[in-house]
């Protein structure tokens, strides 16, 4: 099926979605990395060296060659690294421009090491002068630095909108946007919902989620729930995925930057595609894609492993295989132009 893709487009899926295996550590994080491969999951991965070297920031040579190594016994590769900037120290202190240069810095070099494409970073986190000490060592490296966006995190938020116009009035092929589709979520997994009903948020505002997830006053109900401190303790965390890892908005809304994205992250949360609230955004997003000179990366990446004990790798692989099917209807229920006239 995956032929059916246009050439360029590559399906991944991220180690992140073994988290719950890493934390349970019965095996080394580099091993369930490379379980994704072994299991017939995924031959190209997505890999968060923070969980997987204890070297982190600057894992070692025989950290990374060892892994680059396994990859290549397996026919494997590595698409993107995830990336951070720790912007405090230990004092804490926040980090100098150079510090924050040293601590990115052997980071690049090891996702070089590894074979990856590229690096992720959140949107932002790199700012424009960090930016610039760095293109030169991405070209140097063969390296793309994406920029990563998600939830409520739109070209029309204020507080991200100097980063898009950063990254598009560059147009630098080493500097490119990664979307995650939770920024496209027309309703909220039901399996969320009811952890929330469970842990004892409001069945009022619990109903008003289920049901008008997509009308922007219900965000305002969810700050109010928020500044009255009426979210039990046992769920805020996970209560706080409202305001910064979910979002609603449609594909029209950031046509505009696709252009400039260069990899997607299929974020997943359930399985359950009633409505669907799954596979639409997937099969939305595709044509708009394509039309935007699109090629990169779709990873399936499992965000659902905070509140559910499910198998990891099922739950990829089954959503990979959804994900193969909504890509494909979108592509041929919008046929681009140049096959439109083939017919």
């Given at each position: ?44 991965i997505e890999i968060e060296p923070g ?293």
């Open positions: 099926m995956t032929a059916t893709l246009p050439a360029g487009w590559t399906l991944a899926a991220s180690a992140f979605n073994v988290t719950p295996e890493v934390i349970r550590a019965a095996r080394a994080a580099p091993e369930l990395a490379l379980s994704l491969i072994d299991r017939g999951v995924s031959d190209t969980q997987m070297w204890r070297g982190f920031p600057a894992p070692s040579p025989s950290e990374t060659g060892d892994f680059r190594a396994a990859l290549e016994k397996r026919a494997g590769r590595v698409s993107i690294v995830g990336g951070s900037i720790d912007e405090w120290t230990s004092g804490p202190r926040r980090r100098t421009e150079e510090e924050r240069y040293a601590f990115l810095l052997p980071q690049l070099h090891a996702a070089a090491a590894v074979g990856a494409a590229g690096i992720r970073v959140p949107i932002g986190q790199p700012g424009a002068e960090l930016v610039d000490r760095l293109l030169p060592v991405l070209d140097e490296l063969d390296l793309i630095l994406f920029e990563e966006v998600q939830g409520r995190q739109t070209p029309a938020d204020a507080a991200h909108a100097a980063a898009y116009d950063d990254i598009i009035r560059r147009d630098h092929p080493r500097l490119r946007l990664l979307l995650d589709i939770s920024m496209l979520m027309p309703a909220l997994p039901e399996t969320y919902l009811a952890e929330l009903e469970r842990g004892g948020v409001s069945a009022d505002l619990v109903g008003r989620l289920r049901t008008d997830w997509a009308d922007p006053a219900t965000q305002g109900a969810v700050f109010a729930e928020l500044g009255a401190g009426r979210v039990p303790p046992a769920v805020h965390t996970l209560f706080m995925d409202l305001v910064v890892r979910f979002g609603r908005s449609r594909v029209a809304e950031i046509a505009d930057v696709l252009p400039w994205v260069g990899a997607v992250h299929l974020k997943f949360w359930d399985l359950d595609d009633a409505d669907d609230r799954v596979s639409a955004p997937i099969r939305e997003l595709a044509p708009a894609l394509r039309a935007s000179g699109f090629a990169g990366t779709l990873c399936s990446e499992w965000g659902g492993h905070e509140w559910l004990e499910e198998d990891p790798w099922d739950m990829t692989r089954r959503h990979l295989a959804l994900a193969v099917d909504a890509l494909a209807d979108g592509l041929s229920t919008h046929p681009h132009p140049d096959e439109a006239r083939a017919r």
